[in-house]
C-alpha cells in the first residue's frame, strides 16, 4: 500500500487580496508561515519517506516548513502545480465572476474559458503522479505538498478516474488543509480524512 498526504499551501500574498492565482507565483504571508508551522506539528509524529511539492513558492516553502524534521530530500514538480488559468491569472475574484458568472456554479477548472488547463492535460498530471508514488513507493508514506484547486481534481480522479470531469467537485480545500488516502494492494483508494485543519485550532 501506499499512503499519501496531500497538503495545500499556507495563506499567500494573493488569498489575502482575492486575487485568483493560477500558476501565478505568489509568496506565503506572515499567516501562510504560521500556518505551515502549525501542519507541521501533526507531521512530527507522522514517519514520511518522501517529500514532493510544486514548484511554485508558496507551496514549496510551506513543504519546507512540514519537513524540517524529516531529513527528506525535497523533490519538487511541475505536476503538483495549481491548475493553469491563463487569463484569469492575477486577477481579483470578483472582477472575474462578473465576467463570468458560470464559474460560482461550474467551478473555475470546468468553466470553459479559453486559454485556462484542459481536462485531458490534468487527467495527465494526475495519472503520472499517482503511478509514480504507487512504483517508487510502495509501503511508504509520501507528503505532497500542492493547491487548492489541483488536491480536489486530484481527489475527484482517486474516486471517478478520467470520468471525474463529469462529477462536480464537493471539496473545498483550506489553507494547510491535510488530507490523507491509503493506496490499498487491490489499487484501491481509502479516504481517511480530508482538508483536516485542527491544528490550526491551536494558534489562536
Known amino acids: 500500500m501506499t499512503v ?3 497538503v495545500r499551501h499556507g495563506q499567500s500574498s494573493a488569498n489575502i487580496k482575492h486575487i485568483i492565482q493560477g500558476q501565478a507565483d505568489y509568496p506565503l504571508t506572515e499567516l501562510g508561515i504560521a500556518q505551515a508551522e502549525a501542519a507541521a506539528d501533526f507531521f512530527e509524529t507522522v514517519e514520511l519517506n518522501a517529500v514532493y511539492s510544486s514548484d511554485l513558492q508558496r ?6 516548513i512540514l519537513s524540517k524534521n524529516h531529513f527528506q530530500k525535497l523533490r519538487l514538480t511541475e505536476d503538483l502545480r495549481e491548475v493553469f488559468l491563463g487569463p484569469l491569472e492575477k486577477r481579483p475574484r470578483a472582477d472575474i465572476l462578473k465576467e463570468h458568472p458560470q464559474i460560482a456554479t461550474k467551478g473555475i477548472a470546468a468553466a470553459g474559458i479559453e486559454g485556462t488547463e484542459s481536462f485531458a492535460h490534468l487527467t495527465e498530471r494526475c495519472a503520472r503522479l499517482l503511478t509514480h508514488w504507487k512504483k517508487h513507493h510502495k509501503d511508504e508514506a509520501v507528503l505532497a505538498v500542492s493547491h487548492g ?3 480536489g481534481i486530484l481527489l475527484m480522479y482517486l474516486i471517478a478516474g478520467e470520468d471525474w470531469p463529469r462529477w462536480k467537485k464537493p471539496f473545498v480545500i483550506g489553507n494547510t488543509g491535510i488530507s490523507k488516502i491509503v ?4 489499487g484501491e483508494s481509502e479516504f481517511h480524512f ?3 485543519t485542527g491544528h490550526l485550532q491551536r494558534m489562536k
Open 4 to 6: 499519501i498526504y496531500l
Open 59 to 64: 507551496a514549496s516553502r510551506t513543504a519546507e
Open 149 to 151: 484547486g489541483f488536491i
Open 183 to 186: 493506496i490499498n494492494e487491490q
Open 194 to 196: 480530508i482538508n483536516s
